[in-house]
C-alpha cells in the first residue's frame, strides 16, 4: 500500500490529480483507520496508468469513468472505447475544419487591413478596421447572434 505522495510520484502527476480522481471516484483508496491518510494499492497504479493513457488519446474523465464501469461490471469496453473515438474523430475534423476557415479569414482580413490608416472613434465608427471586414460578411450573419435570435 503507498499514500498519495508516493502514487503521485510514481505516475507522475499531482497529489491534487490522486485525491480529485479519489473524491470522483476513479480511484477507490482504502483508508487507513489510525490516522484516515488514503492508501492504494498496486491496482491503483496500474489504473492511475490506464486513466492517464486514456487522457492522452483523448477520452475525458466522464468517458474514462464510463469505460472502467463497463470492465467493471465484467463486460469489454472495447466497442464503446471504440465508438467514443470515432466520434472524437469527427468531432475534431469538424472543428479543424472551423479553425482553418477562420484562420483563412484573419490572415485574409489582416491582409486588406496592411494599407488602411488607423481611425479615430465616433458617433458612426468604433473601429474602421472591424467595420471595414463587415463589409465582407452579410449583415444578417455578422449582426443576429447564434440561432438567429436577438435576446
Known amino acids: 500500500m503507498i499514500t498519495v505522495n508516493a502514487l503521485s ?3 507522475g502527476v ?3 490529480t490522486v485525491r480529485y480522481y479519489s473524491r470522483i471516484g476513479l480511484l477507490k483508496p482504502r483508508r487507513q483507520p489510525q490516522n484516515g491518510y488514503r492508501l492504494f494499492a498496486r491496482s491503483d497504479v496500474d489504473r492511475l496508468s490506464f486513466i492517464r493513457r486514456a487522457q492522452n488519446i483523448g477520452f475525458t474523465l466522464s468517458e ?3 469505460i472502467l464501469s463497463i470492465a467493471e461490471s465484467g463486460y469489454s469496453p472495447c466497442k464503446r472505447v471504440r465508438a467514443i473515438l470515432l466520434q472524437r474523430i469527427e468531432e475534431n475534423r469538424t472543428k479543424l475544419n472551423e479553425f482553418t476557415a477562420l484562420q483563412e479569414r484573419m ?3 489582416l491582409a486588406q487591413w496592411q494599407n488602411l490608416p488607423d481611425g479615430s472613434p465616433g458617433k458612426q465608427s468604433i473601429c474602421r478596421l472591424i467595420e ?3 463589409e465582407a460578411l452579410d449583415a444578417e450573419d455578422c449582426c443576429a ?3 438567429g435570435h436577438y435576446v
Do not use: L
Request: charged share 20%.
Open 145 to 147: 447572434p447564434a440561432g
Open 132 to 134: 471595414s471586414a463587415g
Open 107 to 109: 490572415e485574409k482580413t
Open 9 to 11: 510520484k510514481h505516475c
Open 14 to 16: 499531482s497529489t491534487h
Open 64 to 66: 474514462i469513468f464510463e
